[in-house]
């Protein structure tokens, strides 16, 4: 009786030493002993299982991959949003560019015609009114610009220079007396 205990004890620690090898070793003898265990109704006992990890680890990143795919084409909208906005820039600094220089222009071409008596005072009111003009113009287009820059604070300053008034010539006639 000891001696086939004996056996059976040997044949046992060297058939679970056989199987702990194989199931190391070859994926076939792991999968055959998986889905042998798979029907033991103990749930915890698959917890920390290579299958288990790998199911939860594909749905992971089946998830992040969902979740990367939002995200890259919410990505797609707002750089094509950002490219899209500033393609306006050079057209609204060109606009800024030409009205600068009119004003300039403006500026030194009725300095001459200032210097005439009466004609002097129309022509300043003129080149004036056409001043508040440009500039209210580039005031608003500095608005987009900035607007388009950060479109969180807006800060329009377009009715400073867009509320001014230039004075009548009868206002200024009756100002200095004539």
């Known amino acids: 009786m000891k001696t086939a205990k004996r056996v059976f ?23 055959a002993l998986y889905s042998l265990l798979s029907h033991v109704p103990i749930p915890s006992l698959f917890d920390n ?3 288990t990890k790998h199911k939860t680890s594909e749905l992971k990143n089946t998830a992040l991959i969902k979740k ?6 919410e990505l797609r909208i ?3 949003g950002f490219i899209n906005v500033h393609k306006k820039i050079p057209s609204i600094v060109n606009r ?9 222009i403006t500026g030194v071409a009725t300095i001459p015609a200032e210097s005439v008596p009466i004609l002097g005072i ?7 009114g056409m001043e508040v003009y440009l500039s209210c113009e ?16 807006p800060n329009n300053q377009s009715d400073k220079v867009c509320g001014l008034q230039v004075p ?6 009756s100002k200095i007396g004539l």
Request: charged share 20%; proline share 1%.
């Open 9 to 31: 004890l040997i044949g046992l620690v060297f058939s679970l030493l056989s199987l702990n090898v194989a199931t190391i070793v070859s994926a076939t003898a792991y999968n």
């Open 168 to 173: 009548t010539i009868k206002e200024i006639k």
């Open 122 to 128: 129309v022509t300043i009111l003129t080149a004036a």
């Open 138 to 153: 580039n005031m608003k287009d500095l608005d987009k610009i900035n607007n388009i820059v950060n479109p969180n604070n």
């Open 49 to 51: 299982s290579i299958k």
């Open 96 to 104: 800024i560019r030409n009205r600068t220089a009119k004003i300039a």
């Open 68 to 73: 990367q795919k939002k995200e890259m084409k």
């Open 78 to 80: 707002i750089n094509k």
